[in-house]
C-alpha cells in the first residue's frame, strides 16, 4: 500500500491565488508529491492522472485555490477559552489538562484552514511539545512555530500576581528584573527547544517597563542562540525601543506615532497589529466578564491601531497578521483566525489581495519558512486550502472555515469531518461544553 506522504495529489482545475500577490487565474493543474509542491501550471507530461493507485486527484472546478492560512499569533496553552465546569487554578488547572486541551485546540485550528500558527508565549513548553508531537505525526495539527513564556519586569503585563508571589510556573510570564536574568532566561528557553523569544512590555502600552538597553542584550543573546525575538509592545516609546533594538518583529505597536513607525521602517523591522483582538474584545469583551473601563481602554488601542495600519501601509512597514486566539475567554479557536484580513480591508486601506498576501506569504516570516511557506509554486511545501467561494472578492470568505473545501496540510488531506456526522467545522463563539 502507498502512504498518503509517497503519493502524488494532483488539484485540478479551479483559480489559483498563488499567495504572492499576482492576479488570480485559472489552473490546470497543482501537482504535490511527498510534502512538497512539484508544479502549478499545465499537467506535467508524464503524469498519469488515470493511475489510481499512486495519484489522487482533486477537482477544483468552480473552486478557489490558496496557500493555507497562517495566524502569526495564536496561543494554544494559556488554558482559554475557559471550560464549564471544569476548575481553574490561576487560569490553567494543570500542565497535564493544559497540554491536552492544547493538543484538541490545534486540531480546531487546522480544521479551519489555518495550516501554521506562530505561538508567542505559552505556559510552560507545553506548545514546544505540541510542535514535536505534530512533527512526529502522533497527532494532527498545524505548523508550530513558539516561544516560551514572555520575558517580563515588573508592571509588564502578566505580572499580576503581589511582588511575592512572582510568576509561578504556571502563568504565561516569567519575571527578570535585569539584564543577568533575561539572558540567563533566554538561555534556558532556547535550551528547551523554543523557535523564538517573547517579551512583553506593559499591558496597554501607557508605560514603558523595558529599557532599550535590556532589549538589545536579549536580543543579542536571542540571536546568538539562533532564536528570533519579538516583544509585545503596545506603547510608542517601547515600540521605538524595540525597533532600534533590533528586533525581529514588533506585535501591536497600537500607540505608535508616525514618527516611531518610521524608525520601524528605518531598521526594516516587521510589525503584527493584531487588531482582530482589539476589535473582538470591543464588540463582545462585555458579554465575557471584562469592565465597562477595560472596554474603554481597548477602544482607544483600537484606534490606534486601525491608525497604525494605514501608517504602516504609507511608510511600506511589512505587516504580517495575527490575531491573539486563545489570549482571554472572548478569543475561542477556529473562529477569528482569518478576520484580520477582512479588518486591513476595510479599515486599513489594503486591497483583498495584499491582505491575503499578509496572512501567507508575509506571513511564513513569524513561522520562520520565509523561503518554504505561504505560496504556492513548485518547490514549497504543500499547505494548501480550496475554497467554495472566491476570497478575492469578500475576504470574509476565509473565517471560520466556513467555505472550505479541502485543506492540505504538508501534502497531506485533512479530515474535515472527522466524527463523520457530516457536521464540519461548525464553530461557534462560545466554547463548547466538551
Ligand atoms: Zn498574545
Redesign the pocket.
Known sequence: MTSQNQQTTVIRNGTLIDGSGGSAVENEAVVIQGNRITSVGRIPPGLNLEDKESVRVIDATGRWIMPGLIDG?C?LSFGQPAMPGVSIGRGTASAEFTTLKAARNAQTILRSGVTSVSI??GTWFIDVALREAINAGMLEGPRIYCAGRFIVTYGSISDNEPSWVGTPEHLNGVLANNVSDMVTEVRRQTKHGVDFIKMADSTWGDTQTISKEELSAVVDEAHRRNARISI?SRGSDSTRAAAEAGMDWI?HADLATEADLDAVAEAGVRIMP?VTFLKHAVENGRDFGRSEQEVDQIKHNLEGAVSVLETARKLGVKVMCGT?TG?SPVMPYGLLHANEAEIMVKYGGYSPMEAIVACTRDNAFSVGLENDLGVIEAGKLADIIVLDKDPVADVSVLQAGRHLSWVIKDGKIVDLDPKGDGEETVLSLRPAAD
Open positions: 499569533h496561543h508567542p508565549g509585545h506585535m493584531t491573539d489570549n
